[in-house]
Every structure is written in structure tokens, then in C-alpha cells.
């Protein structure tokens, strides 16, 4: 059977005291939206998903790009008319109900819940937790026989209601044409107007099979409607994300390691004190980054070291070490067993294998041939009005505090005297040109 996920994300969040939508809000540099679209279509069960936007909706399409279909609710109405926007778009059997402000949902209580749904045949199955505190949250309602009647808002509740712990999280199991057909049922609150979704369980619940799933895991399915709820969320992902690493080998230091959530890290890896991994990185077996270094958006291969750098859309071949105090950035690829020294800057440039780079080398927008060394205060000037490439051969000597011009070509095997500056070309001595 097919299953889409449906992400409810039209309102504005004014709790956040942000002209921002609350769903781009950044969650350790990602937008909550994200997070959401990322645990849905991880899921093996989610086929497709598609995002009901309505405040600012261009800017939040945007972000989401082609990861999901967006829908309009024009005018903000509550959840279930924005349910109903999704009712032509939506063709699978069941449906997943989400909310854009639930940023720490998992992937594996989104499947659990699935599967109970599917193996207990329900037309509607409901998730619910229990919460401490569950102000402001609706009370899920049961007969004396312990089933599911109906969701009551915090603000409808009863005195007695309002002692109840267990809370309706906002996700829901259910059969697509059972959905839409019970949606198109609910009446508009009389306090404001709304149509809210929570209305379906006692309509579907007259006719038709109801369940619900009661997680202990109040934390992931907590929403984020204020800035210091955001921030705890931000500190709990934080927190299982180190835990999650740590549980498949990865070494990590007990001090201020932050980790992103798209970040991918194989066992064996060694994270030091006050490292920081964001972005899309994957790191390899046996590397070690740090003390004090940040890798973003960037491959390190096998056996890779980094100390005290800083690395941006960069991939490092296998063996290959950097630092101290080097930054290297810009789409740059740097071949294995290289050994990149202190103070060193590396902008749009690769490099072949066993290359050797100097204290307080600066190369941009450069090309290097294997086993090359660059000595150190050595510079490669970039010309941003021309934005010429400089080519250094296979097995070339670059001495120390040598100046070389923009786009300059020195071929294979060529030495250069310390000192030195180059702003012509200068051919192989074997006339085998440059790599």
C-alpha cells in the first residue's frame, strides 16, 4: 500500500517574534521545515510528501525546493482546511499528517506508527504522549472501555479534562478517502472560526475503526512555537545526535562537539574538543578532526587529519593532513597523503597526490600535479578581474617566499628558486608541458 506524508506549514508562528516563518526557523543551521521532510522521506514506507504553506509561502518554497509539492492555503482557516488543499494533489491509499513545527520527529516513530496502523487495519490511527506538562496541548478523550472518542482543544477542556496527560500530537494515520470524506464534516470552532483536524476522531470514530499509538517520547514530539523552546530543541538534537554517533563508533569527546543532522560519519572517526560538522559532510574511517576545527559541507576521506582548520566545500583525499590554522574553502579538492601546513589558504584549488604545502602558503584558484612541494610564505595572486587558473606541474620545487602572477603555467618537473617571483610561463625541462 502507498503512503504520503502530508506536512501542515501555512501558519506564521507569531510566537517567534519573527517576520520569519516559523518553519525556517534554523535548527543547528536547517530550517525546521527540513528536519520534518528529511524523517518523513526516510521513512521505507513514505512514498511522496507534499507541505500545505500559506504565510510567506514563496520564501519557505524556496527552501524546500524539489524535495516535496507545495500546496497553498491561501487564507489561513485551521488544519483541516488545510487538509482539504491537498485533496486533488493526494492519490496514495493512507496518509501521514505531520506538523512543520515538530522539528525532533523521528523516523522511527513515524514507521512505528505506520505499522500499527497497517497491522491493526485502522481507518484512523492517532499518536499520542504523555506530557508532564500538557498545557496548552489537546486532551485525548476515552470511553470506559479505553478507546479513543475524541481530541479536545486546551482551550474547551473541562476542569477535569484538563487533569489528563495524555496529549494529541498532531499526527495522524489515516485512510485517504476516509480523510477527505470526514474532513469535509467538520464545522468551524465558535470561539475563532478554524476548522481544526482534531475533529475527524470523533467523526471517524461513529463509524469506522480508530487506534492510537501512545509514545513515551515527549521530547521528539514536542512543538517549537517560541524562541525558548527552539532553543531547548536545539540542545536535545544536539544531544542525540552525539548519542546516536557514539552508539555506531565514533569517538567523541565530551566537550562542545556539535554535530548537523545531514552529517554522515563512519565508525572509527575521532571528533576532539570544540569541533563543529555541519552541512552536507561525510567523514571516513579513522579520521580525526580537531581540537578547535569546523568542517562544513566538505568529504574527508580515510585516515584524514585535521587540526585547528577550518574546512568549507572542500574534499580531502585519504592520508592527507591539514593544519594547524589553515583554511581551505571554495570547491577545493586535495589529493591523498598531501600534508597542508600552518597558517595555509586554499581557495578553489586541487591538488594530485603526495603534495606537500608550507607554513603560511596562500594558493588560489590553482591546479597542482602530484608530488609537488609548495615551501613556505609562499603566494599564488588571484586575479579576480580575469579570473585566470594557475597550473604547477607533477614534481615541481616551489622555494620559499615566492610570489607567482595569476594564471602563470610551470610545467613538470621545474624548480624555483626561494625568493623567486613568477609572472610568466615556464615549459617542462623534460618538454613534457604541465599536468
Known amino acids: 500500500m502507498i503512503i504520503d506524508a502530508l506536512v501542515l506549514a501555512a501558519g506564521k508562528g507569531s510566537r517567534m517574534q519573527s517576520e520569519t516563518p516559523k518553519t525556517l526557523v534554523q535548527l543547528l543551521n536547517k530550517p525546521m521545515i527540513l528536519h520534518i521532510i528529511d524523517a518523513a522521506l526516510k521513512s521505507r514506507m513514505i512514498n511522496h510528501a507534499y507541505v500545505v504553506l500559506g504565510y510567506k509561502r514563496e520564501m519557505v518554497e524556496a527552501v524546500i525546493n524539489h524535495k516535496a509539492t507545495c500546496l497553498v492555503q491561501t487564507e489561513q482557516r485551521g488544519t483541516a482546511d488545510a487538509v482539504l488543499k491537498a485533496e486533488g494533489a493526494m492519490k496514495s491509499d493512507d496518509v ?45 478523550i476515552r470511553d470506559a472501555s479505553n478507546h479513543v472518542v475524541k481530541i479536545v482543544e486546551d482551550r474547551d477542556c ?14 495522524f494515520v489515516v485512510k485517504r478517502d476516509a480523510l477527505f470524506e470526514a474532513t469535509k464534516q467538520v464545522k468551524p470552532s465558535k470561539k475563532n472560526g478554524e476548522y481544526s483536524i482534531t475533529d475527524i476522531v470523533e467523526i471517524l470514530g461513529k463509524t469506522s475503526k480508530v487506534g492510537v499509538v501512545r509514545s513515551s517520547d515527549a521530547d521528539a514530539l514536542s512543538g517549537v512555537n517560541t524562541v525558548s523552546q527552539l532553543l531547548a530543541a536545539e540542545l536535545r538534537l544536539k544531544e542525540r545526535i552525539v548519542e546516536e554517533h557514539i552508539k555506531n563508533g565514533v569517538n567523541i569527546a565530551p566537550n562542545h562537539v556539535s554535530i548537523g543532522a545531514d552529517v554522515f560519519i563512519e565508525r572509527g572517526a575521532t571528533l576532539l574538543a570544540n569541533t563543529r560538522l555541519g552541512g552536507n559532510t561525510s567523514i571516513g574511517k579513522n579520521v580525526v578532526v580537531g581540537p578547535d576545527a569546523s568542517v562544513e559541507q566538505s568529504t574527508l576521506h580515510s585516515h584524514v587529519r585535521v587540526i585547528r582548520s577550518v574546512i568549507r566545500h572542500t574534499v580531502l583525499g585519504e592520508h592527507t593532513s591539514v593544519g594547524p590554522f589553515s583554511y581551505v574553502h571554495d570547491h577545493t579538492t586535495i589529493g591523498p597523503y598531501n600534508k597542508i601546513g600552518n ?8 591538488t594530485g597526490a603526495k603534495v606537500r604545502i608550507g607554513n603560511h602558503v596562500r594558493l588560489l584558484d590553482s591546479t ?18 580575469t579570473l585566470t587558473h594557475t597550473v604547477i606541474g607533477n614534481h615541481v ?9 595569476a594564471g602563470v603555467h610551470i610545467g613538470d618537473g621545474v624548480y624555483v628558486e626561494d625568493g623567486s617571483r613568477i609572472d610568466m610561463d615556464i615549459p617542462s625541462p623534460n618538454g613534457n608541458g604541465t599536468s
Open 368 to 385: 597542482i600535479g602530484s608530488h609537488t612541494s609548495i615551501e613556505e610564505g609562499t603566494l599564488v595572486i588571484s586575479d579576480t578581474k
Open 158 to 171: 473541562t476542569p477535569q479534562q484538563k487533569r489528563i496527560t495524555e496529549v494529541n500530537t498532531g499526527v
Open 343 to 350: 597558517f595555509v589558504e586554499m581557495r578553489s584549488t586541487s
Open 96 to 140: 501521514i499528517i505531520l506538523l512543520g513545527d515538530m522539528p525532533l520527529i523521528t523516523t522511527a516513530i513515524i514507521d512505528h506508527v505506520i505499522e500499527v496502523h497497517r497491522n491493526q487495519k485502522h481507518t484512523l490511527t492517532v499518536l499520542s504522549v504523555d506530557q508532564e506538562d500538557p498545557d496548552g496541548y489537546g486532551r485525548v
Open 397 to 405: 620545487k616551489i622555494g620559499a617566499h615566492c610570489v607567482i602572477k
